[in-house]
């Protein structure tokens, strides 16, 4: 993957958390629902496992769960990550409307 596509999968990923945390957070009123959800949304972008298999098969759903975190590689994560601070900033920017007086967020 070449820098200008890392660039812009960052700022989709960024992006599109954003909205979506923004949209989440207007319609449950919870500021900080997104940050919450990111890591099992990561976990089932990245996991080839059914997610029923955790119950299950937990050892085995597990083990599976590391080995493919640790065969990401550097731009996966740096895309992933990103999506996180899209998160982040989403909950940042309702907090500040919140703040200052936008009663309807």
């Known amino acids: ?23 989440l957070n207007m319609l449950l009123r919870k500021t900080w629902i997104m940050a919450i959800v990111y890591p099992i949304i990561v976990i089932l972008i990245v996991d080839n496992v059914r997610f029923f298999k955790y119950f299950t098969e937990p050892k085995v759903a597990f083990n599976s769960l590391v080995n493919d975190f640790s065969a ?18 989403s909950g940042i920017i309702i907090k500040l409307l919140r703040k200052n007086g936008y009663q309807m967020f």
């Not at 070449?2 to 923004?22: D, E, N």
């Not at 895309?79 to 998160?87: D, E, K, T, W, Y």
């Open 72 to 89: 990401l590689g550097g731009a996966d994560v740096y895309i992933l990550s990103s999506g996180f601070v899209g998160a982040l900033l």
């Open 1 to 23: 993957m070449g820098i200008p596509q890392l660039l812009v999968s960052m700022l989709l990923f960024i992006v599109l958390f954003l909205g979506i945390g923004f949209i």
